[in-house]
């Protein structure tokens, strides 16, 4: 049994469809990044799951508990970091830790998380940087030891380095058997740390595939520099053209790029450079032709 199950999600805000019967399921010891840019659905799925909104039609299962108005035990199992971080702004980190422990009646003082992440805990929240509030929402979903962790953008405002550090801590997270949600921008961060991506426009999936999947697609760029002088040809039909210069044009090409390049053949030309598509280029077809 899946670890989250999302069954025909649909929620609706007037006439728009924020979700549109989105299936998936994810499984426990893996890391699902969620991608779409802004008012695709990302954070209204994160905010169904935690019951914050309820689906119009469809079902939520976590661990095998359905997510439901009538309990919210499964929120036990659950840490949440969410985009829009709401803090208690009189009091300090430490506060914030000290409420949650009694509040879960948890024992131990997450010490180590604070150490890695480099928190002072004792400033007030409302001086702290938004990357410093960010370090504490993480520390706050994580301290219960929960199973899964549902992730708004969680690296947003954190330096490089601390980036790092989060990653490290959601691999041994995913790696002791937890279940790791999140949606982010940052392309980059969902290569480095997923298993899994799926990708969301306008409220339908449009793609759910492994990371190895994704990276290895057959969507190639195609940069050609013509000698100067020469026409160049009509190649709009192999892909989405960037004209960069009068001589260099660029080509995402889907598929066997022989057709292309048997043409390029018939022409002089400077320089000619082939690369896989990256993940952002991937997440770009997607998002574009679908």
């Not at 997510?67 to 506060?95: A, P, Q």
């Not at 330096?159 to 989060?166: A, F």
């Not at 002088?229 to 960037?242: A, C, K, R």
Request: glycine share 8%; net charge negative; hydrophobic share 40%.
């Amino acid at each position: 049994m899946a670890f989250i199950e999302l069954t025909n999600l649909t929620k609706t805000f007037g006439k728009i469809s924020a979700l549109d019967d989105v299936n998936l399921q994810i499984e426990g010891g893996e890391i699902f990044g969620f991608l779409g840019p802004n008012g695709a659905g990302k954070s209204t799925a994160i905010r169904c799951m935690m019951g914050f909104l309820y689906p119009d039609r469809g079902s939520i299962e976590i661990d095998g508990s359905k997510v439901e108005r009538s309990t919210t035990k499964y929120l036990e199992k659950v840490g949440y970091v969410s985009s829009d971080l709401e803090l208690n702004e009189k009091w300090t980190g430490n506060e914030h830790i000290n409420f949650l422990m009694k509040a879960r009646n948890l024992q131990n003082y997450p010490s180590d998380l604070i150490d890695r992440l480099g928190l002072k805990v004792d400033e007030n929240t409302k001086n702290l940087s938004s990357g410093n509030k960010q370090k504490l929402a993480f520390i706050l979903a994580l301290m219960h030891k929960p199973s899964l962790l549902l992730l708004d953008e969680p690296t947003k405002g954190l330096d490089p380095l601390l980036q790092e550090e989060i990653y490290k801590i959601l691999i041994e997270f995913k790696n002791s058997g937890g279940c790791v949600f999140f949606s982010s921008h940052n392309l980059a961060e969902v290569e480095r740390v997923c298993d899994r991506v799926g990708i969301i426009r306008k409220g339908k999936i449009v793609a759910n595939e492994t990371m190895d999947t994704l990276q290895h697609k057959h969507i190639h760029i195609i940069n050609v520099v013509f000698v100067e002088g020469i026409e160049i040809p009509n190649l709009s039909s192999f892909g989405i053209i960037d004209q960069k210069s009068s001589t260099e044009v660029a080509v995402r090409v889907e598929g066997d790029i022989n057709p292309i390049l048997k043409i390029l053949s018939q022409y002089k030309l400077s320089d000619i450079k082939i690369d896989h598509a990256s993940l952002e280029d991937t997440f770009l077809h997607f998002y574009e032709e679908n």
